[in-house]
C-alpha cells in the first residue's frame, strides 16, 4: 500500500533528500531523533522487512551500501547506528521499509 514515502519518490511532496539512485533514495527525517537522523528508502514498495523475498536480496545489500555512502557523505560514517523498525511494537510508524541512520550522539546499548 502506499504511503507518505511513495508520495516523496514521486515528488508529490517535498523532502530534504540528499541522495538518489536508480533503486533508492535517502532524506533527512523529519523529526531527527539525533543531530544526525536520515531515511534510506528503496523506491519498491515493500511494507516491512518480514516482507522482503528472496528476489529483494540484492536490493537490501544496495540499501546497506547506500547507507554508508550517506554516512561518508555526511561525514559521520566513524560512528553512527542503522535501525529498521519491523512492526508497529518495534516503533514502525511508516509501513514502507526504510533503514535509519543515526549519528552525532552517543548511543545507548541496549537501544530503548
Ligand atoms: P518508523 O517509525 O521506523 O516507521 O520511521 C518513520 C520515520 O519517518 C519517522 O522517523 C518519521 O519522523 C519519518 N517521517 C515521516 N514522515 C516524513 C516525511 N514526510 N519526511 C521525512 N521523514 C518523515
Same mark, same amino acid.
Request: net charge neutral; aromatic share 6%.
Given at each position: 500500500?502506499?504511503?507518505?514515502?511513495?508520495?516523496?519518490?514521486?515528488?508529490?511532496?517535498?523532502?530534504?533528500?540528499?541522495?538518489?539512485?536508480?533503486?533508492?533514495?535517502?532524506?533527512?527525517?523529519?523529526?531527527?531523533?539525533?543531530?544526525?537522523?536520515?531515511?534510506?528508502?528503496?523506491?519498491?514498495? /515493500?511494507?516491512?522487512?518480514?516482507? &522482503?523475498?528472496?528476489?529483494?536480496?540484492?536490493?537490501?545489500? =544496495? +540499501?546497506?551500501?547506500? #547507507?554508508? *555512502?550517506?554516512?561518508?557523505?555526511?561525514?559521520?560514517?566513524?560512528?553512527?547506528? /542503522?535501525?529498521?523498525?519491523?512492526? &508497529?511494537?518495534?516503533?514502525?510508524?511508516?509501513?514502507?521499509? =526504510? +533503514?535509519?541512520?543515526? #549519528?552525532? *550522539?552517543?548511543?545507548?546499548?541496549?537501544?530503548?
Amino acid at each position: 500500500m502506499a504511503t507518505i514515502f511513495s508520495r516523496i519518490i514521486q515528488r508529490e511532496i517535498p523532502a530534504n533528500i540528499l541522495y538518489e539512485d536508480e533503486s533508492c533514495l535517502a532524506l533527512r527525517d523529519v523529526n531527527p531523533q539525533a543531530p544526525t537522523h536520515v531515511l534510506v528508502i528503496p523506491k519498491k514498495e /515493500i511494507a516491512t522487512l518480514v516482507d &522482503a523475498t528472496p528476489e529483494d536480496q540484492a536490493l537490501l545489500g =544496495h +540499501l546497506m551500501l547506500a #547507507a554508508a *555512502r550517506v554516512a561518508r557523505q555526511l561525514g559521520v560514517s566513524d560512528a553512527f547506528r /542503522i535501525v529498521v523498525n519491523n512492526g &508497529a511494537d518495534a516503533g514502525q510508524s511508516v509501513f514502507h521499509l =526504510h +533503514l535509519h541512520i543515526l #549519528a552525532g *550522539r552517543k548511543f545507548r546499548w541496549p537501544p530503548g
